[in-house]
């Protein structure tokens, strides 16, 4: 197959490969994993240890708790996906941990728009902070709490992506007015039955006046934004405000 025609790749760099494609093996994922859409890779890190206990983590230096994911092992499962170019005419190799830049609707965009991502999932304390300066890896963070790893981030990211590959949403323009599309959270939703637990539905919505319920639906996805996510709210102003000058 030529690089043009190669699907969105996802290689997972992981001490617990059979935890894959767990999840992503079911639903949207799932359907366009069979359909080759995208392409599901993992890679056993413990299979680059170099002793015969195949010991892929050791003792902090400075003293602490727990144990710290060795360099040289690390490293070693990473080059063997794409060398030493980390970022640079490759796919992007990403760390998931709670230290990094919070994962964007953007970001997942952008990932989702390129080749693939290879994925270093931690375990233990951490990893030799050298694996990250010498490979040029960039570290995401799904929020501020902290997993027992990183394989559960990793599945989250890359059904993050999956969806938004060409073909995988039936509707496109379900995409477009998804939470965070334009800096706001999505608006509610109401579907049938019209009465129910003594609740009805928003007379806007059953008008059948479309530029009366997208106004509406703008309006409640601002104030849920509002009310639910001032950091939102204040950095969809700044952009707003930007497009105006």
Known sequence: MSEATTPWTATVLTLLPEMFPGPLGYSLAGRALKNNDWVMETVDIRGFASDKHRTVDDTPFGGGPGMVMRPDVAAAALDSVQGKTGTTGARTAIYLSPRGRLLTQTRVGKLAADKGVVLLCGRYEGLDERVLETRGIEEISLGDYVLSGG???????????????????????????????????????????????????????????????????????????????????????RQRQSKRE
């Not at 989250?156 to 323009?173: E, M, N, S, Y």
């Not at 998804?178 to 008008?207: K, N």
């Not at 006046?209 to 204040?234: C, G, Q, S, V």
């Open 151 to 237: 394989e559960p981030a990793a599945m989250v990211l890359i059904d993050a992506c999956v969806r938004l590959l060409p073909g995988v949403v039936g509707d496109a323009a379900v995409l477009e007015e998804e939470s965070f599309e334009e800096g706001l959270l999505e608006y509610p939703h109401y579907t049938r039955p019209q009465a129910w637990a003594g609740m009805g539905v928003p007379e806007i919505l059953l008008s059948g006046h479309h530029e009366n319920i997208r106004a509406w639906r703008r309006e409640m996805a601002e104030k849920t934004t509002r009310e639910r996510r001032p950091d939102l709210w204040e950095a969809h102003l």
